[in-house]
């Protein structure tokens, strides 16, 4: 009877034993995919010896404001002139900024283009004509991370009527080498 | 006495029609008792299920689901259910969110803890987070109240450095795939 007894508080004893060791658990898997690709991304900077942009600066939406300008009178701070027989031409200095990542490219080129046409004044991007015809290349060796200043030039003949309001946007593309 | 005859016929005849019907309509019926017994067993599940913010999982609602982040960049598109929170010289991360649903039966437990871990090292150039938990292969608690039947939400984050491939960076253009174990445990 005794020996009952004991086998029966051991039995007893092991499946407390059991049951506070036991935990209750699930489990699953989560299997997660990506593809990373290489990526550039260009900004617009105010330069410091230009005209500070008035508008998206640190972005690819940048916005350049000369202001007023003439042939001979006063001139913005950051505006560079010069002026011949015919016409006068302003420019300023402009920064861009292109980042790479992902990638192994060692520079990028960067082309430029008048959104629309202009038919009466000259632009120029880094010392490059553009019009709206197609992109001018501008550099074939741009270098990532780094501010590079390209001027922002516009030749205004003398014959534009005082208070003309000259106005279009440059489309920039940087592509990796 | 004929006539008592025939009478005494049909009235047999008829007594043996309403027998024959009553056998018809008859049931043969047999009854029985099936004594039924099981061991209600206590336990748990999980599952993956798609968060409504997140990319569409494989294998939504059970236990080896898969997500895929598509194709990420720096600067480039991203698919639907990832964003880009942020974007630094040396790293970007993209992030996706996933719904986790524990369910338990037969148990006084209220709520669960919910780890995990990498079931193999991260590939270069990569981290994995849950809920900003950075995963190792050595688990990790990610949370430790979790309520049962209900599907909570839960960040995923890739910590993708921006290096270029062999400089430390992660491979690019090819499938990158880790799994992530979780376990939930019953408090």
Redesign the interface.
Known sequence: MKKVTLLTIFAALMMISSAAVAQTTASGTLTVTATVTGSINLVFNSDASGVALSSGAGTNAATLAFGNVSAFGAISAGIVRSTTATNFTVSSAVDVLVTKTNSVSANYSLTAQLGSVDAVNTWTVGGVGVTNAAAAPITATGTYGANSNFPVAITVPFTTASGTLISNTINYVATAN | MLKKYISIMRGAALAALLMCGASLAAQTTATGVINGTLVNK???????DTDPAGVT?GAAG???????????????PLAAGVTRPSVT?AN?T?RTF?DVQ?I?GG?T?TTYTLTANL?AAAPT??N?KVDAITLTTALQTIQINGAYHTDIAHN?D?V???????AG??????????????????N
């Not at chain 2, 206590?42 to 599952?47: A, E, K, L, P």
């Open positions: 206590n336990g748990i599940s999980i599952q993956f999982l059970t236990s080896a689901a898969t997500a895929n982040f598509g194709t990420v960049s720096a600067f480039g010289a970007f993209v996933f524990v338990q148990l437990s079931a150039g990569l994995y995923l890739l993708i450095l921006t290096a270029a491939p062999g960076g992660p491979a690019v253009n090819t499938p990158i795939t880790t799994t992530i174990n979780f376990t939930a445990t019953a």
